[in-house]
């Protein structure tokens, strides 16, 4: 496993941006696809966005394409989500995540999970 930490958390009105990053910590970080997910109050937590291993592909669930960035930086050990026109729905605990599985959307497929960051989002 790799250790993992969310920032970039906070509260912002709908329509506006915020930028999360997650620190990992470990020498494996460009040899694992990395994945953002997020788990509102009462609800399974689903998948946002997934990358590959250097960053070549993306993937997006459907509610946040076109919204929604995901990035790497392998240098600085550093995922980023870019997150812009941000709804009152986003709102959620957001979490990054590690795993050997290209792409998926599946949270089973992630062996390594931050504690997470908080996003709200106000009408």
């Known amino acids: 496993q790799v250790q993992l930490v969310e920032s970039g958390g906070g509260l912002v009105q709908a329509g506006g941006s915020l930028r999360l990053s997650c620190a990992a910590s470990?020498?494996?970080?460009?040899?694992?696809?990395m994945g953002w997910f997020r788990q509102a109050p009462g609800k399974e937590r689903e998948f946002v966005a997934a990358i590959s291993r250097i960053g070549s592909s993306t993937y997006y669930a459907n509610s946040v394409k076109g919204r929604f960035t995901m990035s790497r930086d392998n240098a600085k050990n550093t995922l980023y989500l870019q997150m812009n026109s941000l709804k009152p729905e986003d709102t959620a605990v957001y979490y990054c995540?590690?795993?050997?599985?290209?792409?998926?959307?599946?949270?089973?497929?992630?062996?390594?999970w931050g504690q997470g960051t908080q996003v709200t989002v106000s009408s």
């Open positions: 995540a590690a795993g050997s599985t290209m792409g998926s959307s599946r949270p089973r497929d992630y062996d390594s």
């Open positions: 470990g020498r494996t970080f460009s040899n694992l696809s």
